[in-house]
């Protein structure tokens, strides 16, 4: 494996913690399971501590990194691999379909910026059918968000838009040692599979998410406080659903049940 260059410092701006721990590192290349012919994409390769062993595994790789003092050291380290391409740039503004075109689904890693790992994996999730599969590191609080089930304090929207779209499995934890500088919290490994057929079909995501997102609003009230004004008590009634539950005991089912009632109450 090739060693990690150490003379970058790291910026915290860009969420820069290098992965240092070689245990770790092939126990997170295992996980993924990189295969020949795989179309693996790294977001934020950084120093290449796992770029190194994905693209020995799979013999090709694509990266998005935004912060460009990191990139000549990319293009000396890989040099030799023809099939490793970089992309600058943010991975916020990133076109995972467009990258994907008429090609197998692309299959998404990284040590991820936690400084925007929440828009970033709502970017992910909405990329439509580009994406095969993502293995993530990730603060712990996150994944246990990504992963939570309903009834638990960590069920939120995140989890809800997260279970819409993906198979969530949390994988193994990772303490602040492993990395060069230490985060203060520690992370985790997460993977999303996204359905194959989505198991509850909102006829408009974008409309799902918006109540959800009111929903969980206020966690301590009610969905009749969260939907005033939006839904009205009688609907939620009518559908089966208590009007004073609290938005952390409903599943992605009933979510997904509101949002259509709305949605066709609307057209
Ligand atoms: N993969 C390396 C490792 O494990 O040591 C670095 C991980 S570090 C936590 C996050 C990486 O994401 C850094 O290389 C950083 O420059 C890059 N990054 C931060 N914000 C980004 C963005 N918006 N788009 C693409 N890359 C970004």
């Known amino acids: 494996m090739s060693q990690v260059p150490q003379q970058h410092r790291a910026r915290k701006r860009f969420g820069q913690n290098f992965l240092r721990d070689l245990g770790i590192i092939s126990r997170i290349v295992r996980s993924i399971g990189p ?37 000549p050291g990319l293009r000396v380290q890989f040099f030799n691999y023809p099939d490793f391409i970089i992309h600058e740039g943010d991975v916020l503004k990133f076109d995972f379909a467009a990258l994907k075109g008429d090609g197998p689904a692309l299959r998404v890693v990284g040590n991820l910026p936690y400084n925007i790992s929440t828009p970033l994996i709502v970017h992910l999730l909405t990329a439509g059918n580009a994406i095969a599969d993502m293995h993530f590191m990730l603060q712990k609080e996150v994944v246990e968000r990504l992963a939570a089930q309903p009834g638990g304090t960590d069920w939120g929207r995140l989890s809800v838009m997260a279970q819409y ?23 985790a490994i997460v993977r999303l599979t996204p359905h194959a057929s989505l198991p509850h079909v909102a006829d408009d995501p974008a409309l799902l998410f918006e109540l959800v997102k009111l929903a969980f609003g206020q966690r301590r009230k009610t969905l009749r406080n969260n939907f005033k004004g939006r839904v009205s008590p009688e609907t939620l009634e009518a559908l089966g659903i208590d009007p004073t539950r609290r938005p952390q005991t409903l599943t ?8 259509n009632r709305v949605a066709a109450d609307e057209r």
């Open 35 to 71: 295969r020949e012919g795989d179309r693996l994409v790294e977001i934020g390769p950084g120093q290449g501590a796992l770029t190194a062993p994905l693209l020995e595994a799979a013999g090709k790789l694509e990266v998005i990194e935004l912060d460009r003092d990191l990139i």
């Open 165 to 187: 779209y993906c198979h969530v499995d949390q994988l193994f934890i990772v303490p602040p040692e492993a990395f060069v500088p230490r985060p203060k919290v520690d992370s």
């Open 252 to 259: 992605v089912a009933e979510y997904v049940t509101i949002a």
